[in-house]
């Protein structure tokens, strides 16, 4: 296997999980080894991608699909939620000024939820849309007609048509990213901007053993591959959306750059880095199987956190048939299950339950448990990853 952003071969695997049963960006399990690399070339993290792909995100990636306003919750101050969504509005409306009736292509856009919300925001512009699947086509009619919309393929009209490119969480799931990047470099006019967001696995760590992320960018490899493929970089934000890289970057027209590569303490930083996100992995399973031994109590265990840390909590354990409910915020998942468990708000969980694993980013779980205003009165211990 080679890199898919410098063509180096990757023959360090820094992570492979212990058994076939992997996790999904979804949370559902898919029945193979995850394999991750790191290359010494670029700082890139690349994991073994998922048998037919291509069919599985046209069939099989429903994300946030039961509904139009179905939305993860991004964070939560004080009680209130803040999803996804709006939070991402407002960060690209810090970032990128676009002139009037600009012409914007979300690519890889899914419910193109941030589209759909700018639309309604009295901003004047012609929003374009494209995915590898038809299964959003109901969503895009809500806000658009059929002309301002492309599956599998971008039509040619489209080329040197477009200011701005969005792209939001889509290129950690490509396996050949730097092809999306030439796509994208081809649509837009000169100087078109390139905005995007993609997971850090820095400080997302769960994002190394996502089976269906392809790629694991990190600064340095996420500056290399825009570069690499005609791009200014404008900007690299890691602190304006949490657990992850926004990038602002800007087509410089014609195709001949050769990029310089990173230099070598970048890589051994980011490598030192992941080598430690690889290590918690590791040892993660084990501490979820001692706190589970040592449980004594009678009364009831739930799981906090109905995302991937929750699921990886639920999948590890030896009995997770002690697993009476799993506690999330999210209205769009209380009164639905996790693999039959019933998910429930914090208000509503039994005072029967008197255990509780935490399935949060360890960054930030124990200051947003505390500040659960419903667990304030209670006796719970709490097992945090
Ligand atoms: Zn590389």
Not at 81 to 101: A, G, S
Not at 156 to 175: C, G, I, K, R, Y
Not at 372 to 379: G, L, M, T, V
């Amino acid at each position: 296997m080679n890199c898919n952003l410098c063509n180096s071969p990757l023959t360090d695997k820094i992570y492979e999980s212990g058994s076939t049963r992997s996790l999904t960006s979804l949370c559902t399990t898919y029945a193979g080894i995850t394999e991750v690399y790191f290359c010494h070339g670029c700082g890139h993290v690349q994991s073994l991608e998922i048998d037919n792909i291509a069919g599985y995100y046209d069939h099989d990636y429903d994300i946030l699909v039961t509904s139009e306003e179905e939305d993860q919750i991004y964070e939560v101050i004080n009680g209130e939620n803040i999803y996804r969504t709006e939070h991402q509005v407002e960060t690209l409306l810090n970032k990128v000024t676009l002139p009037q009736d600009a012409k914007i292509l979300d690519y890889g856009c899914a419910k193109s939820s941030t589209m759909n919300v700018l639309t309604t925001m009295g901003i004047t512009f012609q929003p374009y849309l494209f995915d590898v699947s038809d299964r959003y086509i109901p969503f895009w009619k809500n806000f658009l007609s059929e002309e301002h919309w492309a599956i599998y393929s971008i039509p040619n009209e489209w080329d040197n048509q477009f200011n701005a490119v969005t792209s939001f969480f889509s290129l950690e799931h490509m396996a050949q990213p730097q092809n999306a990047l030439r796509e994208i470099h081809r649509v837009l006019i000169p100087s078109g901007i390139l905005y995007g967001i993609i997971p850090n696995v820095f400080t997302n760590i769960a994002d190394l053993i996502v089976v269906d992320h392809v790629n694991h960018f990190t600064p340095v490899s996420l500056d290399y591959m825009l570069r690499s493929q005609g791009f200014d970089v404008v900007e690299i934000d890691e602190n304006a959306h949490k657990g992850a890289l926004v990038f602002v970057a800007k087509k410089i027209p014609g195709h001949s750059i050769v990029a310089a590569m990173p230099t070598l303490s970048e890589i051994n930083a980011a490598y030192k880095k992941i080598c430690g996100i690889s290590v918690y992995w590791k040892d993660a399973n084990g501490k979820v199987s001692t706190y589970e031994q040592a449980i004594t109590g009678k009364k009831q265990i739930a799981i906090y956190g109905a995302g991937f840390y929750g699921t990886f909590i639920l999948t590890s354990l030896a009995q997770p048939e002690k697993i009476a409910y799993i506690i999330d915020q999210n209205p769009f998942l209380q009164g639905k299950e996790l693999n039959g468990k019933p998910i429930v708000s914090p208000a509503n969980l039994p005072e029967t339950v008197d255990t509780v694993f935490v399935g949060l980013n360890p960054t930030h779980a124990r200051k947003l448990m505390v500040e659960i205003a419903e667990f304030r009165n209670r006796d719970l211990t709490f097992f945090y990853l």
